[in-house]
């Protein structure tokens, strides 16, 4: 028997939402409860309700007065249970809409996340916990700087009526900027934080599977649209960083509609091609008119041959994904799908146009890496692992870095034989809250496997020895010790 204990998305969505309310509101603590009391007053609505049974169906004939008395007592707290319940389902029923209003956050927390898991799939080394998610950057998209909506609880909920339709639209029009503002916030700060550990070419997979999702979820774009946009490929290649999407997507997915990759129409031989320089494209674009038949691109094809002079003009530009394309009614991922058929040179153009529209063009952006960032989303017990290329070395960077806190940084470059020196380093480091750099550690796998319980092991001993001063490992190390 396998038994399932991962997340499902609703799950994800409910505890992001509850994180989102205790973040933005005052009431949350409030419906928490309420929904306990739900809970608790059911139970003993149940229980009180068949006690009573009990002592009717088995109530002593010669002792009438005593089942009389248990019968009472017990309709007495199925009354209490019940007007309680009532109580407690009044109030969640008020509370229920106004957390609904900040359900769009929590949508975009789940729709990052399994992005960022789905990742595993393109390279095994991405592996991102949802702790460190709901811990470091779920928390850091709620900016104090800017004035939380607290105007939902209990109090104004009960004199909403009250309330005039202009100081209505006022607040509505409040939350909705601070909704977007979260949104945005939370994107970035997820895209910047996974930009840490994603190879150059991999990013634009990810924004791409973010924009994906979110269109998807507000049925902006189709099943059968991704589904040509990924399955596709004889025809028009995908560019390298997006083939592994197309295959993960294919491994996954079955067909929805249209035509199958080996499957051609019975008329397709019959359509002429209209002009010389759509020789080569025409039969895929015949493919897209067909397999997306009932939306705007329906017959595409035909409407490209009554427009030949537009079109040829729009195909002969430098950057197609950035003009105006002579088909009315095109959203930006039919840009890309008609791209993707006459123009597959730009696709990579093409597909970052598309997800700048829909997230933003920080989502494209090439971060920097900021070393003070890295040191804010690290601890004590988490090691930072760098992959370097031929000519980088940070080794001078994090100097200034330590230097700056007010720290120590020992370097020790790895080699067989060096695990026992280096063992020894970090429980020094440890116990004196100094930096460790451990260079070249790809030399020893075998240390590297044993790495996570060294640092428990020497942090626990720090904290030992600082038990009068300190109380626990976290406080201790606290900008303190670091393994690199």
């Not at 019968?71 to 109030?91: G, M, R, V």
């Not at 393109?122 to 909506?149: A, G, T, W």
């Not at 971060?367 to 692992?385: H, N």
């Amino acid at each position: 028997m396998v038994i399932d204990f991962s997340m499902t998305p609703e799950a994800l969505e409910e505890m992001f939402l509850s994180r989102t309310i205790e973040k933005e509101t005052d009431y949350e603590e409030q419906y928490e409860r309420s929904l306990a009391a739900v809970r608790s007053n059911k139970q003993n609505y149940s229980t009180f309700n068949k006690h009573v049974m009990t002592e009717l169906t088995r109530a002593n004939v010669w002792n009438k007065n005593a089942a009389l008395d248990n019968i009472k007592k017990n309709l007495e707290k199925c009354k209490e249970a019940k007007d309680k319940l009532l109580e407690a389902e009044s109030i969640v029923a008020t509370l229920a809409p106004m957390r609904d209003l900040y359900r769009p956050i929590a949508k975009r927390a789940v729709i990052l996340y399994q992005a960022r898991k789905d990742m595993t799939k393109v390279n095994h080394m991405y592996q991102f916990s949802l702790e460190r998610f709901i811990d470091k950057v779920f928390p850091n998209s709620f900016d104090p700087s800017q004035n939380s909506i607290q105007n939902r609880s209990m109090q104004s909920a009960q004199s909403i009526d009250k309330e005039t339709e202009q100081i209505e639209q006022d607040q509505d029009y409040e939350l909705n900027q601070r909704l977007i503002s979260v949104v945005d916030s939370l994107t970035v700060n997820c895209y910047k934080h996974i930009c840490l550990a994603l190879f150059e070419k991999h990013k634009i997979l990810f924004s791409l599977q973010v924009a994906l999702r979110v269109q998807l979820s507000m049925d902006l774009i189709t099943r059968p649209e991704l589904d040509f946009f990924m399955r596709e490929s004889n025809p028009f290649p995908l560019p390298e960083i997006l083939s592994y999407a197309r295959y993960e997507y294919i491994r996954y997915n079955k067909p929805i509609g249209g035509v199958a990759e080996s499957e051609t129409s019975a008329d397709k031989s019959l359509l002429v091609c209209p002009a010389e320089w759509l020789q080569e494209r025409w039969d895929y674009l015949v493919r897209l008119g067909e397999m997306l038949s009932d939306t705007v691109l329906g017959n595409l094809h035909k409407r490209i041959a009554d427009q030949l002079n537009e079109w040829k003009q729009w195909y002969d530009e430098e950057q197609p994904e950035i003009v105006p394309i002579p088909e009315p009614n095109t959203t930006e991922f039919h840009r890309v799908l008609i791209v993707r058929c006459l123009r597959p040179d730009r696709v990579y153009a093409s597909v970052c146009h598309y997800v700048t529209s829909v997230l933003g063009y920080q989502m494209v952006d090439t971060f920097l890496i900021d070393y003070e960032e890295v040191m804010e989303l690290t601890a004590c017990s988490v090691p930072v692992l760098f992959i370097l290329q031929p000519g980088c070395d940070p080794e001078q960077d994090l100097r200034k870095l330590a230097l700056n806190h007010n720290t120590t940084l020992t370097s020790l470059p790895m080699c067989q034989g060096q695990e026992q020196a280096a063992s020894s380093l970090i429980k020094f480091s440890a116990l004196e809250g100094h930096w460790v750099l451990l260079s070249n550690i790809h030399l020893v796998p075998s240390f590297t496997r044993h790495l996570e319980s060294i640092i428990t092991t020497a942090l626990n001993d720090a904290s030992l020895s600082h038990k009068s001063s300190y109380s626990g490992v976290d406080e201790f190390c606290k900008g303190n010790s670091r393994c690199v």
